[in-house]
T-cell receptor
Framework: EAQVTQNPRYLITVTGKKLTVTCSQN?????MSWYRQDPGLGLRQIYY???????DKGDVPEGYKVSRKEKRNFPLILESPSPNQTSLYFC????????????FGPGTRLTVL | AQKVTQAQTEISVVEKEDVTLDCVYE???????LFWYKQPPSGELVFLIR??????QNEISGRYSWNFQKSTSSFNFTITASQVVDSAVYFC????????????FGKGTRLHILP
């Protein structure tokens, strides 16, 4: 089944404790991206990647890192999480570019205490 | 800079009524794509439609229809004969081809269909 998977689905952590949210797709997509969803703000793009070893900032990249060492994986790293990073996070992938249909993962709800 | 405005934060209608969700966008790109996604109460994001800037034909899919008007920079979404299962948050999104590969989402419209 074609899908985007994220892990964990739920995470409660404390300020400053490094964490990684994994994202994997099995559709051989070139483009992958991360979003955060906050009430009243909609979805905002954090980072995106056009291909392996190619990443670029979205609109809200501060406090986040990403890597794209393999085509299928695009982990989101919070090196020192803060409470303002409490949010619902979505990973997505598409065939080649941002203008292609995005396929979203199920979401990761992160709480930073 | 690109921008997507969904001015309707929340809408409530009675089942079987028609409802239109507005989406107004701003872009300097000549080639761009517009999208609508649905987020039901279960939380996943479901793709509804993708439309490029050169195709202004209206689209109909069952009870759903979309009206794209470049002259007013709008891409509105209409649900005909609404059903309770249509209750969700709906997002409009924009991505251009000329400058970067970012995607801009609107803030979403929460739609309540009342039985």
């Amino acid at each position: 089944e074609a899908q985007v998977t994220q892990n964990p689905r739920y995470l409660i952590t404390v300020t400053g404790k490094k964490l990684t949210v994994t994202c994997s797709q099995n559709m051989n997509h070139e483009y992958m991206s991360w979003y955060r969803q906050d009430p009243g703000l909609g979805l905002r793009q954090i980072y995106y990647s056009m291909n392996v070893e190619v990443t670029d900032k979205g609109d809200v990249p501060e406090g986040y890192k990403v890597s794209r060492k393999e085509k299928r994986n695009f982990p989101l790293i919070l090196e020192s999480p803060s409470p303002n990073q409490t949010s619902l996070y979505f990973c997505a992938s598409s065939w080649a570019r941002s203008t292609d249909t995005q396929y979203f993962g199920p979401g990761t709800r992160l709480t930073v205490l | 800079a690109q921008k997507v405005t969904q001015a309707q934060t929340e809408i409530s209608v009675v089942e079987k009524e028609d409802v239109t969700l507005d989406c107004v966008y701003e872009t300097r790109d000549t080639t761009y794509y517009l999208f609508w996604y649905k987020q039901p109460p279960s939380g996943e994001l479901v793709f509804l439609i993708r439309r490029n800037s050169f195709d202004e034909q209206n689209e109909i899919s069952g009870r759903y229809s979309w009206n794209f008007q470049k002259s007013t920079s709008s891409f509105n979404f209409t649900i005909t004969a609404s059903q309770v299962v249509d209750s969700a948050v709906y997002f409009c999104a924009l991505s251009g081809r000329d400058r970067d590969d970012k995607i801009i989402f609107g803030k979403g419209t929460r739609l309540h269909i009342l039985p």
